[in-house]
T-cell receptor
Framework: NAGVTQTPKFQVLKTGQSMTLQCAQD?????MSWYRQDPGMGLRLIHYSVGAGITDQGEVPNGYNVSRSTTEDFPLRLLSAAPSQTSVYFCASSLSRRSAYEQYFGPGTRLTVT | KQEVTQIPAALSVPEGENLVLNCSFTDSAIYNLQWFRQDPGKGLTSLLL?????REQTSGRLNASLDKSSGRSTLYIAASQPGDSATYLC???????????FGKGTMLLVSP
């Protein structure tokens, strides 16, 4: 199993550009989520999904869109990038939507918006 | 709103020491607590998951305890090694779903 994979590893965007951060898992996990990690702020939840076709907002959803058309993939879209979205983005997955299971994280995408 | 605090923010110890990392949370109505390790520039690796009904979990040289009523957890690392150097993160789940609230982490440096 590859686990949780994320692409790209690094990305530089200009203000106003759009892009999609890719996340995939090959463990048939029901639950997937996106976090951003900023110095001094810790990890904060952006969006999550409890199954294909079902998504919900986390703590910091503004400026981001998600969809979950398959169990395996959970892309994060930045519609109009802003410097405040400069961060490291992590995708995570868990076997079940229920919180009894450990979570697996991808290696992260480091995004810089100029 | 749940808040998770980790103390200390940074810790430097010589190799071989036993050490304790602390995690506290303001809302004791948690479903579980998870400890993670993060190496520089890398993702998070799950170390231990403690369900709310459990008091502790052990994996090798790691032991995590949970006192839900007082809102505290500790991660005990026995006989520390330079390879243990990393940031350790504590996270709690307050809902039946898998959403997590994280602390800011303890950066550990174990010197040879």
């Amino acid at each position: 199993n590859a686990g949780v994979t994320q692409t790209p590893k690094f990305q530089v965007l200009k203000t106003g550009q759009s892009m999609t951060l890719q996340c995939a898992q090959d463990m048939n996990h029901e639950y997937m989520s996106w976090y951003r990690q900023d110095p001094g702020m810790g990890l904060r939840l952006i969006h999550y999904s409890v199954g294909a076709g079902i998504t919900d907002q986390g703590e910091v959803p503004n400026g981001y869109n998600v969809s979950r058309s398959t169990t395996e993939d959970f892309p994060l879209r930045l519609l109009s990038a802003a410097p405040s979205q400069t961060s490291v983005y992590f995708c995570a997955s868990s076997l079940s939507r229920r919180s009894a299971y450990e979570q697996y994280f991808g290696p992260g995408t480091r995004l810089t918006v100029t | 709103k749940q808040e998770v605090t980790q103390i200390p923010a940074a810790l430097s110890v010589p190799e071989g020491e036993n050490l304790v990392l602390n995690c506290s949370f303001t809302d004791s109505a948690i479903y579980n607590l998870q400890w993670f390790r993060q190496d520089p520039g890398k993702g998070l690796t799950s170390l231990l998951l403690i369900q709310s009904s459990q008091r502790e979990q052990t994996s090798g040289r790691l032991n995590a305890s949970l006192d839900k009523s007082s809102g505290r957890s500790t991660l005990y690392i026995a006989a520390s090694q330079p390879g243990d150097s990393a940031t350790y993160l504590c996270a709690v789940s307050n809902s039946g779903y898998s959403t997590l609230t994280f602390g800011k982490g303890t950066m550990l440096l174990v010197s040879p």
